[in-house]
């Protein structure tokens, strides 16, 4: 590892990982560059200041943030595993159960063009998306969507029609009300 690359993981505390700082010889990767028309991949003038301003270290110890979505979202590799996973989230949620993984291997997700498109999705966004509240939620939700369409359709509906699907599902709001009283939803 040059001298340069040595100074940095002195810096930040980590050990480089080795197909990281090949990649980063390589390509002589010394200026920040855009690989894509979104992607901001940090050359070696620019990897300690970015991750001292988001504080990255701190955060997510043994973490690297390697570039960001020119967006708000950082683009990191954990310099303690053995894979190169690519992960991303945002520089305000700085937790690992927050980090969405881009790549399974940092050199294939180069080698095919820096995708900004999520393989798996957060731990913590999957737990939130079925946690009961959230799911009682979106059926609260998808009820009075349905009532509100109905609304709009009225006026091609003839009445009786339209008085019985608004009674069905005005029931079917009060009978979810009565089912999940004192559950909060809202």
């Not at 590799?77 to 927050?98: M, Q, R, S």
């Amino acid at each position: 590892m040059d001298n340069r690359l040595q100074q940095i993981a002195t810096a930040l505390g980590i050990t480089l990982p080795g197909a990281y700082a090949r990649f980063l010889e390589t390509e002589q990767l010394q200026e920040s560059r855009l690989v894509t028309d979104l992607v901001n991949l940090y050359g070696t003038e620019d990897l300690v200041a970015r991750n001292y301003d988001y504080q990255v270290q701190q955060y997510l110890p043994g973490y690297l943030s390697i570039a960001d979505d020119s967006g708000g979202c950082g683009i990191f590799l954990n310099t303690t595993e053995t894979t190169l996973t690519v992960y991303t989230t945002g520089y305000g949620a700085l937790d690992p159960g927050c980090m969405d993984v881009l790549s399974d291997d940092f050199l294939q997700w180069a080698q095919q063009g820096y995708s900004l498109e999520v393989l798996r999705e957060a731990p913590a966004f999957i737990a939130a998306r079925h946690a009961e509240k959230n799911l009682l939620r979106n059926e609260w939700i998808r009820l009075h969507q349905a009532l509100s369409r109905l609304e709009t359709e009225k006026p091609r509906l003839d009445l009786k029609t339209y008085l019985l699907q608004k009674r069905r599902l005005q029931q079917e709001i009060q009978d979810f009300e009565t089912r999940n009283a004192g559950k909060s939803y809202r």
